[in-house]
């Protein structure tokens, strides 16, 4: 069983910066891909970004390329997510996620199997 835990979100105006951090426990981080997701109100949790479980190969969607920047620290068992340039539409409930042990990055949530609780980013215009 992997615990999850999100810190880091805040509230910043447009163009600013947030760093999220994700801490895991009690399973081999190293094993697993992982990925953040985005929840805004009245919507779909959002694929934003993952990180292959080997080779640090990342994927991001559209909307973050060259804004967000994913990384991990599988001694420290730590995911990261660089924010920079945020948008008002940014604003959401940011959740780091783990997918099962050596598979891919997939940007489908009902693959991943362990969840953070989240954390509050908001960008104000």
């Known amino acids: 069983q992997v615990q999850l835990v999100e810190s880091g979100g805040g509230s910043v105006q447009n163009g600013g910066s947030l760093s999220l951090s994700c801490a895991a426990s009690g399973g081999m981080f190293s094993k697993y891909s992982m990925a953040w997701f985005r929840q805004a109100p009245g919507k779909e949790r959002e694929f934003v970004v993952g990180i292959r479980w080997i080779g640090g190969r990342t994927t991001y969607t559209d909307s973050v390329k060259g804004r967000f920047t994913i990384s991990r620290d599988d001694v420290k068992s730590t995911l990261y997510l660089q924010m920079n340039n945020l948008k008002p539409e940014d604003t959401a409930v940011y959740y780091c996620?783990?997918?099962?042990?050596?598979?891919?990055?997939?940007?489908?949530?009902?693959?991943?199997?362990?969840w953070g609780q989240g954390t509050q980013v908001t960008v104000s215009s």
């Open positions: 996620a783990a997918a099962r042990e050596f598979e891919d990055v997939v940007t489908d949530h009902k693959e991943y199997l362990y």
